[in-house]
């Protein structure tokens, strides 16, 4: 079983709804969460970080976790055109420890 | 604050050909990282540094080396060039909190 697990799309939605991206993962000792929006032939770019358990919300972004389900989810309200991007989830067990990824979800905002 | 810049942006080689990507951060970060991206593979990490004079192995180090002699600067070395290292590279800095990354190289070696 891959440690990070991420259905790599590509998700087309239409310009308005609410989407939804998701990881799983199995290390149960990972804490630290992130999410990453990266544009074609850019680098990745910080969306969300969060620890253990919850939610946390920035703007039209939420990301959740859920550690009992090993499971986290970034949903995005009110989509844009803009928002299409490939979706990255990143993880690490200790904040000094190096971060595992996601292969990234395709997302495309139909206008 | 340029953040993190990485130089070249493109660059091509022979196979056998040494090269040296430089990556700058001017955001006071400890931690420095190269990664690899390729189609299918997702994001890989080469090598990493946790400060200034430090560095360790990450997932994929062979036919890397790194060196990081000031805090703000990795540099990430291709001695005899395959391949198989043609890849778009991305450093990235962070102060344990989440990475941000650089804009990348991509590198062609043929």
């Known amino acids: 079983q891959k440690e990070v697990e991420q259905d790599p799309g590509p998700l087309s939605v239409p310009e308005g709804a609410i989407v939804s991206l998701n990881c799983t993962y199995s290390n149960s000792a990972f804490q630290y969460f992130m999410w990453y929006r990266q544009y074609s032939r850019k680098g990745p770019e910080l969306l969300m970080y969060t620890y253990s358990s919850g939610n946390k919300e920035d703007g039209r972004f939420t990301a959740q976790v859920d550690k009992s389900s090993k499971y986290i989810s970034l949903f995005i309200r009110d989509s844009q055109p803009s928002d299409s991007a490939t979706y990255l989830c990143?993880?690490?067990?200790?904040?000094?420890?190096?971060?595992?990824f996601g292969k990234g979800t395709r997302l495309h905002i139909l206008p | 604050n340029a953040g993190v810049t990485q130089t070249p942006k493109f660059r091509v080689l022979k196979t056998g050909q040494s090269m040296t990507l430089l990556c700058a951060q001017d955001?006071?970060?400890?931690?420095m990282y190269w990664y690899r991206q390729d189609p299918g593979m997702g994001l890989r990490l080469i090598h990493y540094s946790v400060g200034e004079g430090t560095t360790a192995k990450g997932e994929v180090p062979d036919g890397y080396n790194v060196s990081r002699l000031k805090k703000q600067n990795f540099l990430l070395g291709l001695e005899s060039a395959a391949p198989s290292q043609t890849s778009v590279y991305f450093c990235a800095s962070s102060r344990g909190q989440g990475e941000f990354f650089g804009p990348g190289t991509r590198l062609t070696v043929l």
């Open positions: 990143a993880m690490r067990e200790n904040r000094d420890d190096k971060i595992i």
């Open positions: 955001m006071n970060h400890e931690y």
